[in-house]
């Protein structure tokens, strides 16, 4: 599996845009990159996910680097809500579904 | 609503006395998984399973066991629990393996505390 690394935390205020970056340098082509989010006290939540090009759904857009090596997640206008940490995670097109989590980023939102 | 139900979310029991920890999803998935998130370790894999009477070990299979006999149930039993299998355990599913871009559907999540 491609190894990722993101940063431990970050903050930002109610309504305000996020950004948080992955890097995944070691990607092989084929790897999806897969955003999750865990809320305390909640299982992992799907965000979003792409293979090269940008993608947007009603959660997040993903912005994925022309060379695949990082991409960046994100959050138009956080809410509180959106407190969490947020996981990074290549995944094989043949993966057989395994999700490998590291150690995200935990986001704070200051109201 | 689509959802992945765990039974129970929480429970307290004593080395050795057996438990099953339950998950169903309303999805019509094939694929379903277990896993456990400790502190320092994340979430690992335990047991998954590709479809009815289908399964295989993850990363962290030993003293657990599976069974998928229905599509929408996959249950995880503690034949013998130990203090070292006190964690958070999550259930998971996804309409079908072998596609990279299928989404995870996670459960709430169920603590066990073996004392």
């Known amino acids: 599996d491609a190894k990722t690394t993101q940063p431990n935390s970050m903050e930002s205020n109610e309504e305000e845009p996020v950004h948080l970056p992955c890097n995944h ?58 407190a969490a940490v947020y996981y ?12 490998t989590f590291g150690e995200g980023t935990q986001l704070t939102v200051n109201p | 609503e689509a959802q992945v139900t765990q039974n129970p979310r929480y429970l307290i029991t004593v080395t050795g006395k057996k438990l099953t920890v339950t998950c169903s999803q309303n999805m019509n998935h094939e694929y379903m998984s277990w896993y456990r998130q400790d502190p320092g370790l994340g ?7 590709m479809n009815v009477e289908v399964t295989d070990k993850g990363d962290v299979p030993e003293g657990y066991k599976v069974s998928r006999k229905e599509k929408r149930n996959f249950p995880l039993i503690l034949e013998s629990p130990s203090p070292n299998q006190t964690s958070l355990y999550f259930c998971a599913s996804s309409l079908s393996v072998g596609q990279g871009g299928q989404p995870q559907h996670f459960g709430d999540g169920t603590r066990l505390s073996i004392l």
């Open chain 1, 25 to 82: 340098s070691t990607i092989s082509g084929t790897d999806y990159i897969h955003w999750y989010r865990q809320l305390p006290s909640q299982g992992p939540e799907y965000v979003i996910h792409g293979l090269t090009s940008n993608v947007n759904n009603r959660m997040a857009s993903l912005a994925i680097a022309e060379d695949r090596k990082s991409s960046t997640l994100i959050l138009h206008r956080a809410t509180l809500r959106d």
């Open chain 1, 88 to 99: 990074c995670i290549p995944r094989k097109e043949t993966s057989g579904s395994r999700l």
């Open chain 2, 43 to 49: 979430l690992r894999q335990i047991y998954y399973s």
